[in-house]
């Protein structure tokens, strides 16, 4: 059974799970309200609704390489 979007890993999590984890850190939030530490999601993006739940998650910025997507600046 495949979990992940990419063609490459067989078995991996998806990336939304892996960036709901690094946002959960302590350490991370402390770093991010610093402004020492960013997180720039760029990992299985499709749709709008994928741009909103990585920012809902914790990204600061979602990069996407779709000719029909732009980024927003939230």
């Known amino acids: 059974m495949t979990l992940a979007g990419g063609r490459q890993l067989d078995g991996a999590i998806p ?3 892996a960036l709901d984890k690094i946002c959960q850190s302590d350490a ?9 530490f960013t997180i720039l999601f760029d990992s299985g993006i499709r749709t709008g609704s994928d741009i909103l739940k990585a920012i809902a998650l ?3 910025g979602v990069l996407c390489a779709s000719p029909f997507m732009h ?3 939230l």
């Not at 991370?28 to 020492?36: L, S, V």
């Open 71 to 73: 980024f927003r600046s």
């Open 28 to 36: 991370i939030r402390e770093a991010q309200h610093a402004g020492t």
């Open 15 to 17: 990336s939304l799970y």
């Open 58 to 60: 914790g990204a600061q």
